[in-house]
Nanobody, 118 residues
């Protein structure tokens, strides 16, 4: 089964940085790519997305600290996370909506853990 593959999670101290990557090889008709996250006991929430036309969208909680970017050739999306806070701790999921499956039925990655702690 085709699935986006994430990498780059880990443990970082408050104020530190991490860069997440997600490769969507084998997925066609991509509309956008992005990231959601889910903290323990909380619902999954949007972090950032980037459409094919380059339009980006960020959660208010990460604006000014996180930057999403995309490599069209390799179908890879990146999330540069700076000034990390303990409240950023969560499992981060790659999100890939496509025209083929319908925008309401996106591909999801398996998730990568980000822990911000001293």
């Amino acid at each position: 089964q085709v699935q986006p593959v994430e990498s780059g999670g880990g443990l970082v101290q408050p104020g530190g940085s991490l860069r997440l990557s997600c490769a969507a090889s084998g997925i066609s008709s991509i509309y956008a790519m992005g990231w959601y996250r889910q903290a323990p006991g909380k619902e999954r929430e949007l972090v950032a997305t980037i459409r094919n036309d380059g339009l980006t969208n960020y959660a208010d909680s990460v604006k000014g600290r996180f930057t999403i970017s995309r490599d069209e050739v390799s179908h890879t999306v990146y999330l540069q996370m700076n000034s990390l806070k303990p409240e950023d701790t969560a499992v981060y999921y790659c999100y890939v909506p496509t025209w083929g499956k319908g925008l309401g039925n996106p591909y999801w990655g398996q998730g990568t853990q980000v822990t911000v702690s001293s």
